[in-house]
């Protein structure tokens, strides 16, 4: 710690940070631009500036950009210093000299950080009184809007797309007074980051295109703290809704898990909640007309459960809660998964690693301090992106720590490290049967099977401890290989292994434990991280039950004649014939979803579920941490939560232990106590009955407006607001307006403080964890009780006139929510066969043409893209595309040709 004065008034900062840190950390308002917390200072806008005086006696002081300075013990400094202050303003006023002030117009406005500090610098009048420099704007996509005349050249645009996520096709241009921040020329940016840019902009140079469709100010949005639905991550948002529709997807800072950024998919993919194809009213098929009433539906459906021999399938984008209650109502022996099943036996697989393997799950923020990561069978930019940037800055950990020490220079001095580092990077093993993004920062890359992947990682594990099974019939240049990734790995401070259940191989993930337990063996402070195919797979998994094939089979033995299909597309999961015929032998099908797919048309009776936006409910993310996510805007009755429509339905039938549920926290509560994995959920975030000096906390803010008139075409009257018995926050703008558990806040703001950037004010430290702790409670912690696994697979044999089938990812298509999207539709790629190049000419097949083949029965027909990397004898096929059918892969594809096939090496050095 060091002491500094500010005032000369002494306060305890830490050491190492530059002025700029230490002054928001306590809590001073300094205004600044071109300095952000993830990316560090590179001194550009020159707007912190403050007076430094040599010590006591210096009464003249020198001017000093803060955020390019270093806290030293005893520094004094001044903030309100008049020569600060006048600088200060001046610089704001020569920034905007080319802005052109359109805030009335602008869809930053009330949100931006641009007008935030231009009235904390007090500048007021424009001087500049000649002609402004006009840019012509370009089309960047379906996510962004651009407007270059407002840009006041802080550069933190270009810095998080180049230097922070790694894009390549947004630069700066010209130079001087004339700089251009965009493309070469208009076209889609390819970033699965470029959301960012509508946040990490200080201005209205990027806007988020989809907000501007339904425009409305950030002071008239109510907002919730909610959980991201679309991969296993669990990043942190803030939605924000008007009239009953979502308006937009911010980011909610989380220093555990996405900090300050998130992933397109996740940021644009929310208009699947207001979308046409929204299940809004319950239908009961056996009346006419379908459509009715909320409780004629319920009796209907509880006579049906009741009177019948009854299973539940739950769901892996459901919550905690929903899967729980029907798991309760159908009882837990005839509770399956709504997942395929092999997807079923790898998430069992991973909750076992995690639980008994030797290694600890890292968070994001720990991620990007590993110094050696080995990835295996996962693609992360398609199957969990923010991993994936976590990794892109974590193999800056090891060059950046000796750039460091030798030259003097701190961490935060971006440009400086950056110059010293250039190109290098840490150890990264990438071992994969497809090229994917991060390939270009690996050490080393390794194109093959997934059971070659699997040998690799054995033998690395091997190599590290002799206890680990060893690998026969190895290349030399696998051996050296296995040998460089394992020297990396026990070099390293903070080794990382990267797998998951993307490559549908069970040997991958066992060969990836196995060098997590051998490192620990080692006392190496290993960690493993395992990507898992939804939000909530691995919650799912903790409350425990049967594979979807069991299901079947129940129904078609005639074990069961009535099934509960609880937010899952089945057609998604598994065969159509399959599906079909598993429907045709219930008597009752009863669905709670919140789209229209193939599944609810097959409903004898259809519930409409509230999606995340209109929900209470708890996700388990891939680290095993609990999440809660919260109701942003009240429904019609008709619609409700999964859970809430369940409990209705086990009370009406007169289940006793339902029926002495009273609320959301009953059942909260119930199934911690019933269920060990799940113990400690409840600290998830406070109870309904928290309050705050008697208070609930307001969803909406203090300037909110048109409350008493949005509803004025029904009732002239103000209409009493809603009330909400399942949390502690309120539908209004009344209740406690200081800071809320960090579980809870739905919004930053704070006086003078109106853009994203007030999140400082509610960090410990500014870029570190939230007041009180950051969201979310871990239920995993490793025993350290599994042995390692002895069973090497043998090497892949292709087999003539057939094609193993890999699954390939994809961020925009793959997942099924944000796919109904209008803007992330726009990016969802056609569909297409993935085949090696010898195997394309031993077909006399080229780019694009068709190729026919059988896969479980289904005869696929699609364009063939030539992959240079696939091995000899396998395909990719994409999954969840649209027009696909879905395939349980991996497996082998009937092509009815007669081919000859040798066993080509993939291995790339």
Known sequence: MATIYIENKPYEVKAGKNLLEACLTLGKDLPYFCWHPAMGSIGACRQCAVKVYKDENDTKGKLFMSCMEQVRDGMRLSIADMEAKEFRAHIIGWLMTNHPHDCAVCDEGGACHLQDMTVMTGHNYREYRFDKRTYINQYLGPFLNHEMNRCIQCYRCVRFYKDYAGGKDLDVFAAHNHLYFGRAE?????????????????????TDKTLKQHYTRKWDLTMAPSVCHHCSLGCNISAGERYGTIRSITNRYNGEVNGYFLCDRGRFGYEFVNSAGRVRKPLVRSHLPEATDKYTALKAAASAVKAGRAIGIGSPRASLESNYVLRTLVGEENFHHGVSDTDHILVDMALDILRNGAARTPSLREVEKADAVFIMGEDLINTAPMLALAVRQSVRQQPLQEAVSTANVPVWQDAAVRELVQTDNGPLYIAHYTPTKLDELATQTFFDTPDAISRLGFAVANLIH????????????EQALARQIADSLLAAQNPLIISGTSSGSDRVLKAAATIANALCAREKAAGISLVVPECNSLGLAMLGGH????????VLNGYADTVLILESDLYRLAGASAVSQFLDGCSQVIVLDHLHNATTERAHILLPAAPFSEA????????????????????PEEIQESWHWLAEMGTIMGDERISNWHGYDDIVKSMAEEIPLLRGVEKAAPSSEFRIAGQKIPRAPHRFSGRTSMLANQDVSEPKPPLDPDSALSYTMEGYRGQPPSSMIPFFWAPGWNSVQATNKYQQEVGGHLKGGDPGVRLIAPAGTASLSTVVPQNFVPIEGHLYVLPLHHTFGSEELSSHSPSIMQRIPAPYIAINAEDAGRLKLEEGQDLSFALEGHVYQLPVDINPTIPSGTAGLPVGLPGIPFADLPAWANLNRDITWKKQPQTTF
């Open 466 to 477: 002799a206890d680990s099974p060893e690998v026969s019939d190895m290349s030399e240049a």
């Open 547 to 554: 594979k979807l094939e069991s299901a079947f089979e129940a």
């Open 186 to 206: 208009d076209g889609v940016l390819e970033s699965e980051f470029s959301g960012n840019l509508a946040e990490v902009c200080p201005t209205g140079v990027f």
């Open 616 to 635: 209470d409910g708890t996700l388990v993310n891939n680290e095993g941490r609990a999440q809660r996510f919260f109701q942003v805007h009240p429904t």
